[in-house]
């Protein structure tokens, strides 16, 4: 198993400026985040991991917030939302809960498929060939509930896998990539921390710590981690960063402002990762 795995977690646009925030600002204080075995991505996780993995430096994914270059529009309305909350929230059971979104995902009237390539697209920019060092791109089969984690030799590609992670139950359809249905990584777990399991030395960025509905946290995982030995550093929005970030992950007016707190935060937390991660 991996020494060293790194976490990145969904969050949608806001979410994700918050996480290249972080990502810039312990880069900048000297955390060799490339020095990861593995990189497991989620949702917009999936999406900064792949490009920053493939090459793309991690003050060049802050600038880029900061300037509005990857502001991402998802078409989400209350009613979307309610729909989503009933799908997600109508089981205490986590099987169930996450089967029930699906359906519901699978059943919604939205865009085409094409909508979710065409943005995941963009926002990949010139990231599309697997990388070199090891990359695990989550998805949630929609038919199933499962979780799968992409890689290069999953036979899809690099952009087949992150839109498939990046497909909002009703916001967005569910993609067919290998013959089957796959919606947002972050369906059941918005870190999908479990997966790092194994690995000795572990470090989470995780912008929205907990999925909808009865699904376990991302501290939850964490702490199932360290009781199996590893040291684990868990990073989720401060105080700062969820009130520069708002309630609404969909709304880009905030990502400048989630984009800088996250950077400050990232300073702040250096001497705490440093410390777990050996730098």
């Known amino acids: 198993m991996p020494d060293m795995a790194l976490v990145l977690g969904g969050g949608g646009p806001v979410g994700g400026a918050w996480l290249t925030g972080m990502l810039?600002?312990?880069?900048?204080?000297?955390?060799?985040?490339?020095?990861?075995d593995v990189l497991i991505g989620t949702s917009a996780g999936a999406v900064f991991g792949a490009r920053l993995r493939c090459g793309t430096p991690a003050s060049e994914l802050y600038e880029r917030q900061l300037s509005g270059a990857d502001a991402v529009r998802l078409p989400v309305t209350a009613r979307i939302m309610a729909r989503y909350l009933w799908a997600a929230l109508g089981s205490r059971d986590p099987g169930r809960s996450v089967a029930r979104l699906g359906r519901t995902a699978l059943r919604a009237r939205t865009g085409p498929e094409s909508d979710v390539f065409d943005t995941v697209g963009r926002l990949l920019g010139?990231?599309?060939?697997?990388?070199?060092?090891?990359?695990?791109?989550?998805?949630?089969?929609?038919?199933?509930g499962e979780v799968e984690a992409f890689g290069a030799r999953s036979g899809v590609t690099l952009l087949e896998a992150v839109a498939a992670s990046c497909a909002v139950p009703v916001v967005w359809?569910?993609?067919t990539v290998a013959g089957r249905r796959w919606m947002d990584g972050g369906s059941r777990s918005t870190a999908n921390l479990h997966l790092a399991q194994g690995s000795r030395r572990v470090l989470a960025v995780v912008p929205i710590p907990r999925a909808v509905g009865p699904h376990p946290s991302a501290s939850e995982q964490a702490a199932r981690l360290i009781e199996d030995?590893?040291?684990?550093?868990?990073?989720?929005?401060d105080?700062?960063?969820?009130?520069?970030?708002?309630?609404?992950?969909a709304d880009t007016a905030r990502g400048p402002a989630a984009a800088r707190a996250g950077y400050e935060q990232a300073l702040r937390a250096v001497a705490e990762v440093a410390d777990a991660w050996g730098h």
């Not at 105080?239 to 992950?249: K, S």
């Open 229 to 237: 030995g590893a040291r684990v550093v868990l990073l989720c929005p």
């Open 24 to 36: 810039a600002g312990l880069t900048e204080a000297g955390v060799g985040l490339d020095d990861a």
């Open 239 to 249: 105080e700062d960063a969820r009130r520069a970030m708002g309630r609404d992950m």
């Open 173 to 175: 359809p569910p993609v």
């Open 126 to 144: 010139e990231a599309r060939d697997w990388p070199e060092r090891e990359l695990r791109v989550t998805a949630v089969d929609a038919r199933t």
